[in-house]
Nanobody
Framework: VQLQASGGGLVQTGGSLNLSCTVS????????MGWYRQAPEKQRERVAYISLAGVANYIDAVKGRFTISRDDAKNTVYLQMISLKPEDTGVYYC??????????????????WGQGTQVTVSS
């Protein structure tokens, strides 16, 4: 199972970026999906999360500016970011709770991470 993220880049304050992350590999389905970010010398934090039912939640710092969405037909999660600020700078990682089957017919949920994409917002 692999998560391939794309869409990062360098923008000026107030600019916009759209991130996407596609899950590939042998999976049954995907439960929750999300985006985390890690700024230099800071801990990774969850920025946005969307449940299988499509319920989204965000950290306060990005509410009203970021929108998370998902396309289950494409196994893809998106993060639309507008009004970007320098403090949004960091490496953004996508996350997915994938449902997989075992060799004996069981089912389990495994958390998977993408490789990270750099977002830099200049002041």
């Amino acid at each position: 199972v692999q998560l391939q993220a794309s869409g990062g880049g360098l923008v000026q304050t107030g600019g916009s970026l759209n991130l996407s992350c596609t899950v590939s590999g042998s999976i049954l389905s995907i439960n929750g999906m999300g985006w985390y970010r890690q700024a230099p010398e800071k801990q990774r934090e969850r920025v946005a999360y969307i449940s299988l039912a499509g319920v989204a939640n965000y950290i306060d710092a990005v509410k009203g500016r970021f929108t998370i969405s998902r396309d289950d037909a494409k196994n893809t999660v998106y993060l639309q970011m507008i009004s970007l600020k320098p403090e949004d700078t960091g490496v953004y990682y996508c996350y997915a709770e994938v449902l997989r089957s075992t060799d004996t017919g069981g089912v389990y949920t495994a958390p998977k991470w993408g490789q990270g994409t750099q977002v830099t917002v200049s002041s």
